[in-house]
């Protein structure tokens, strides 16, 4: 079973930065779809930023989301498991739990969440 806890999050205010991690545990997966996504009260849940490989494309791939693209930026440390995604110039609609993902091929694994709140 693999593990993902995620840190960081709190209340900020509009165009204010933050980062928050995702620690996973070690694992055996070879290939895998690994980011964040979030869900805020009401709304279905959506993906903000992924990085991952495949058998076919063994290279990490990195996508976001329009609505965060040249804002959040996924960043890692492979070497400690860790993902990291550092969001900047902050919006109100931005205001969600964010939930860290590990998607290797057929499973996936969910952290708890980290609340981000953005207002003035």
């Known amino acids: 079973q693999v593990q993902l806890v995620e840190s960081g999050g709190g209340l900020v205010e509009p165009g204010q930065s933050m980062i928050i991690s995702c620690e996973v545990s070690?694992?055996?997966?070879?290939?895998?779809?690994m980011g964040w996504y979030r869900q805020a009260p009401g709304k279905a849940r959506e993906p903000v930023a992924t990085i991952g490989n495949s058998p076919s494309q063994p290279q990490n791939t990195i996508w976001y989301a329009e609505s965060v693209k040249g804002r959040f930026t996924l960043a890692g440390c492979s070497g400690k498991n860790i993902l990291y995604l550092e969001m900047e110039n902050l919006r109100l609609e931005d205001s969600a739990v964010y939930l860290c993902?590990?998607?290797?091929?057929?499973?996936?694994?969910w952290g708890r969440g980290a609340q981000v709140t953005v207002s003035s």
């Open positions: 993902v590990f998607n290797p091929p057929g499973i996936q694994f």
């Open positions: 070690d694992h055996n997966y070879r290939f895998g779809t």
